[in-house]
């Protein structure tokens, strides 16, 4: 049987001449509400609202689903026209109607957004909309018209979610019926009373004046940094000009993770972004790809290599799901051997991370010592081939041992478990707080440093390490 929407617009006296004739011809006739303030309108063509629907709902969407079932079930025996309040395609189960039922017309009515965005008289030409039910789903635009905040609950969500994108301090409008004020966000959650016909409208500030920004707004910056009346440095970089930079804030990003400094990971992750922003915007202007490109490439790469989420594979734990990445990896950068794998790490690495890499790809292969005992044989061994070399004083063998024995540490390292750069940092630290306790040690002795005996050096080591033990 055939399904009629209709949208009965924001107020009485909203609804169409087509749909006013659907309904004078109808028999069987839904009104979502009748708390909606234009549903005198359906009622007196003898509409039969479904708030006992309400009743009987836990959330917002299983209320939807339930609206749609009764009006699909009834659709079953007799025609149906279903009415809502505003448009039609700000409802959602219609939208669930409309994607289950082939036969189902539309009569459109004036939206809730539409009446909003006229009474907060927004100077965008654009804006988003939707309802307070799916504010998570609203991202950052111009501007925004959220409607259905009918409750104390809706209301605070609202709020939260402006306040990411606006900032709390920015001034919006609060639509309730017929009226319409000015308030900040954060008073969103503050306001006497909330009913099915209460709104926000809100649009942002000026570029240089909002109170928050996001990733395209920092891109946009860059861009306008670079135009013409920019600023000169901005303009005269190239991406292998600021390529030390990245290197450089990623490195100061993980000092301040490294002292659990909330704040300074803030603005470390930030200049991070700025890097990243600032590559992308040089390759926009060469024409080799966009903001957009690099974004899409990252989430199909996540949605690819995790496969055991969004696939096929299992991953039961951690080290399983580790191995399902790398697989994908491969598969993702046509590497058909292990030779490849080892080859794709990054030479720009520091040495000791590249070697625990292509360690730990090569134990892939299955090509890996039993335990961390018997890679430290193997260290044993490189200790005796490097002492030979210094014995012979030939540099270079002596460079190549080195190399060997490094590199034998490290497979030590990592097949105990142990991150071989966290423990070198943490090695080189210890070094300086026994180094700081000597020094100091030797110099409350009156002793100097450069015209102390070997005797002497040991002695003073020996206390700065008693002196030390606790950290």
Same mark, same amino acid.
């Given at each position: 049987?055939?399904?009629?929407?209709?949208?009965?617009?924001?107020?009485?006296?909203?609804?169409?001449?087509?749909?006013?004739?659907?309904?004078?011809?109808?028999?069987? &006739?839904?009104? *979502?509400?009748?708390?909606?303030?234009?549903?005198?309108?359906?009622?007196?063509?003898? +509409?039969?609202?479904?708030?006992?629907?309400?009743?009987?709902?836990?959330?917002?969407?299983?209320?939807?689903? =339930?609206?749609?079932?009764?009006?699909? %079930?009834?659709?079953?025996? %007799?025609?149906?026209?279903?009415?809502?309040? /505003?448009?039609?395609?700000?409802?959602?189960?219609?939208?669930?109607?409309?994607?289950?039922?082939?036969?189902?017309?539309?009569?459109?009515?004036?939206?809730?957004?539409?009446?909003?965005?006229?009474?907060?008289?927004?100077?965008?030409?654009?804006?988003?909309?939707?309802?307070?039910?799916?504010?998570?789903?609203?991202?950052?635009?111009?501007?925004?018209?959220?409607?259905?905040?009918?409750?104390?609950?809706?209301?605070?969500?609202?709020?939260?979610?402006?306040?990411?994108?606006f900032g709390e301090e920015l001034f919006c409008t609060f639509v309730r /019926?017929?009226?319409?004020?000015?308030?900040?966000?954060?008073? &969103?959650?503050?306001?006497?009373?909330?009913?099915?016909?209460?709104?926000?409208? &809100?649009?942002?500030?000026?570029?240089?004046?909002?109170?928050?920004?996001?990733?395209?707004?920092?891109?946009?910056?860059?861009?306008?940094? #670079?135009?013409?009346? /920019?600023?000169?440095?901005?303009?005269?970089?190239?991406?292998?000009?600021?390529?030390?930079?990245?290197?450089?804030?990623?490195?100061?990003?993980?000092?301040? &993770?490294? *002292?659990?400094?909330?704040?300074?990971?803030?603005?470390?992750?930030?200049?991070?972004?700025?890097?990243?922003? !600032?590559?992308?915007?040089?390759?926009?202007?060469?024409?080799?790809? %966009? $903001?957009?490109?690099?974004?899409? *490439?990252?989430?199909?790469?996540?949605?690819? #290599?995790?496969?055991?989420?969004?696939?096929?594979?299992?991953?039961?734990?951690?080290?399983?799901?580790?191995?399902?990445?790398?697989?994908?990896?491969?598969?993702?950068?046509?590497?058909?051997?292990?030779? $490849?794998?080892?080859?794709?790490?990054?030479?720009?690495?520091?040495?000791?991370? #590249?070697?625990?890499?292509?360690? =730990? *790809?090569?134990?892939?292969?299955?090509?890996?010592?039993?335990?961390?005992?018997?890679?430290?044989?193997?260290?044993?061994?490189?200790?005796?081939?490097?002492? =030979?070399?210094?014995?012979?004083?030939?540099?270079?063998?002596?460079?190549?041992?080195?190399?060997?024995?490094?590199?034998?540490?490290?497979?030590?390292?990592?097949?105990?478990?142990?991150?071989?750069?966290?423990?070198?940092?943490?090695?080189?630290?210890?070094?300086?707080?026994? !180094?700081?306790?000597?020094?100091?040690?030797?110099? =409350?002795?009156?002793?100097?440093?450069?015209?102390?005996?070997?005797?002497?050096?040991?002695?003073?080591?020996?206390?700065?390490?008693?002196?030390?033990? +606790?950290?």
């Amino acid at each position: 049987m055939k399904v009629t929407l209709i949208g009965l617009g924001a107020e009485e006296g909203d609804l169409s001449l087509r749909a006013q004739q659907a309904l004078e011809g109808a028999t069987k &006739i839904f009104a *979502r509400t009748a708390h909606m303030p234009c549903f005198d309108c359906a009622a007196k063509y003898g +509409a039969q609202p479904l708030d006992h629907i309400f009743e009987s709902s836990r959330n917002f969407y299983t209320l939807n689903k =339930k609206l749609a079932a009764a009006v699909l %079930s009834a659709a079953k025996e %007799s025609d149906v026209v279903y009415c809502v309040d /505003g448009a039609v395609c700000e409802d959602a189960a219609c939208r669930i109607i409309l994607s289950r039922h082939k036969d189902t017309q539309v009569f459109e009515g004036v939206s809730k957004a539409a009446r909003t965005a006229s009474l907060a008289r927004l100077k965008c030409g654009q804006y988003v909309s939707l309802s307070a039910y799916d504010i998570k789903n609203l991202k950052s635009a111009p501007a925004a018209v959220v409607y259905d905040i009918d409750s104390d609950f809706a209301a605070s969500e609202v709020k939260q979610r402006l306040t990411e994108l606006f900032g709390e301090e920015l001034f919006c409008t609060f639509v309730r /019926g017929n009226s319409a004020k000015k308030i900040r966000v954060y008073e &969103i959650d503050r306001q006497r009373e909330y009913d099915c016909t209460c709104a926000v409208a &809100i649009e942002e500030s000026d570029f240089l004046h909002k109170e928050r920004y996001d990733y395209a707004d920092l891109l946009e910056m860059v861009r306008i940094l #670079r135009a013409p009346g /920019g600023c000169p440095w901005d303009r005269a970089q190239t991406n292998a000009s600021i390529k030390q930079n990245m290197i450089e804030e990623a490195y100061e990003l993980v000092d301040a &993770i490294t *002292r659990d400094d909330d704040d300074g990971i803030e603005e470390e992750t930030g200049d991070v972004l700025l890097q990243a922003a !600032f590559h992308t915007v040089l390759k926009g202007e060469q024409g080799a790809f %966009s $903001e957009g490109d690099v974004t899409t *490439r990252v989430v199909k790469k996540l949605i690819f #290599r995790h496969s055991h989420i969004f696939g096929k594979d299992k991953a039961a734990d951690e080290n399983s799901a580790l191995s399902v990445w790398e697989k994908n990896k491969m598969e993702e950068k046509h590497q058909t051997t292990f030779t $490849e794998s080892l080859k794709a790490v990054p030479k720009t690495f520091p040495a000791c991370m #590249r070697a625990q890499k292509v360690g =730990k *790809r090569a134990a892939k292969s299955g090509m890996d010592f039993l335990s961390p005992l018997s890679a430290s044989e193997k260290m044993g061994e490189e200790v005796v081939e490097l002492l =030979k070399a210094l014995q012979s004083e030939n540099k270079g063998a002596a460079f190549e041992e080195a190399g060997d024995l490094l590199f034998a540490a490290v497979n030590t390292c990592r097949l105990a478990g142990v991150d071989c750069e966290e423990a070198l940092a943490a090695a080189c630290d210890k070094f300086i707080r026994r !180094f700081e306790a000597f020094e100091q040690l030797a110099t =409350k002795d009156g002793k100097s440093l450069p015209d102390m005996c070997d005797a002497e050096y040991d002695y003073y080591w020996f206390l700065a390490k008693n002196a030390t033990k +606790a950290n």
